[in-house]
């Protein structure tokens, strides 16, 4: 499975972006994914994920301002970003579990700064 992030980019702070992540194969409808993020000097932490029956979970930091969604007709989970503040700044992953195996994409940098 190869996972293919896009979608990042410099953003005022108050602004937004949508992150998209396209996986390879065919086992995206049945698994998990995920997003990801990676702020400069810490570990890479969980910002949102959906089961492969819709059930979403969130950051309690990003509640209420991010959006996950999937469609599993074209192989892609988003991300919708509102809101977006400073701290958010990171490089963001997508990640697909399957139960068994997990996957990662390359990363997409996602700068919020005026």
């Known amino acids: 499975v190869q996972l293919q992030a896009s979608g990042g980019g410099l953003v005022q702070p108050g602004g937004f972006l949508k992150l998209s992540c396209a996986a390879s194969?065919?086992?995206?409808?049945?698994?998990?994914v995920a997003w990801y993020r990676r702020i400069p000097g810490k570990q890479r932490d969980l910002v949102a994920a959906?089961?492969?029956?819709?059930?979403?979970t969130y950051a309690d930091s990003v509640k209420g301002r991010f959006t996950i969604s999937k469609d599993n007709a074209k192989n892609t989970v988003y991300l919708q970003m509102n809101s977006l503040k400073a701290e958010d700044t990171a490089v963001y992953y997508c990640?697909?579990?399957?139960?068994?195996?997990?996957?990662w994409g390359q990363g997409t940098l996602v700068t919020v700064s005026s």
């Open positions: 194969g065919s086992i995206f409808s049945s698994s998990a």
């Open positions: 990640n697909l579990f399957t139960g068994r195996y997990m996957f």
């Open positions: 959906i089961t492969s029956g819709g059930v979403t």
